[in-house]
């Protein structure tokens, strides 16, 4: 499960707030970076809000939003580049793994995760801080290295105190695999 219902009903009201989701536009210099020097043919922007990236970006090749506040954006598409901005510190504790594994599915070439470790100056309706999952770095990069090859991995202070990733789903090999191969 990528979101409970009441989760989903309570990031479509956060949504409402035009300052809720915003990162993604400081991190677009770093993603044009990776648009630049690697020419991928699409984007996923997970967890894409407003499409903030896209506006900040200007025109991208095959530009694919998803989020669950926005049902219209459709499912999660495969990419060559998928940009997970200031998302993953959002998700329900009973549901990253699974989103992590979502992630996975449709990195195709490169992701870009960028994860907030710190308390976000928001909250939901509850009075829980809007990041419910505040942890370092350290507690986050052996759920991603279980499903990544991580290439860079920065920290970063742009929208308070966190870090981001460059990494790649590892290529498994299968006995056909490794006959191809040799």
Request: with cysteine; glycine share 6%.
């Amino acid at each position: 499960m990528l979101i409970t219902n009441d989760y989903l009903a309570e990031q479509k009201r956060l949504h409402l707030n035009p300052n809720y989701g915003v990162a993604s536009l400081s991190f677009a210099p770093i993603v044009k970076q990776i648009i630049k020097q690697y020419a991928p043919t699409s984007l996923t922007d997970y967890g894409a809000g407003k499409c903030n990236l896209q506006k900040a970006l200007g025109e991208v090749r095959n530009y694919q939003p998803y989020d669950p506040a926005f049902p219209e954006y459709g499912p999660a598409k495969p990419a060559e580049l998928v940009c997970c901005i200031d998302v993953l510190e959002h998700i329900e504790p009973e549901c990253l793994d699974d989103v992590l594994d979502d992630l996975k599915r449709i990195t195709m070439g490169l992701g870009f995760f960028s994860i907030h470790t710190g308390p976000a100056g928001k909250t939901l309706s509850d009075g829980r801080n809007a990041h419910i999952i505040q942890q370092p770095a350290k507690w986050w990069l052996p759920k991603l290295c279980e499903r990544f090859n991580i290439h860079q991995l920065q920290e970063h202070s742009y929208c308070g105190k966190g870090f981001w990733v460059i990494a790649s789903v590892p290529v498994e090999f299968s006995p056909d695999t490794a006959r191809l191969a040799a």
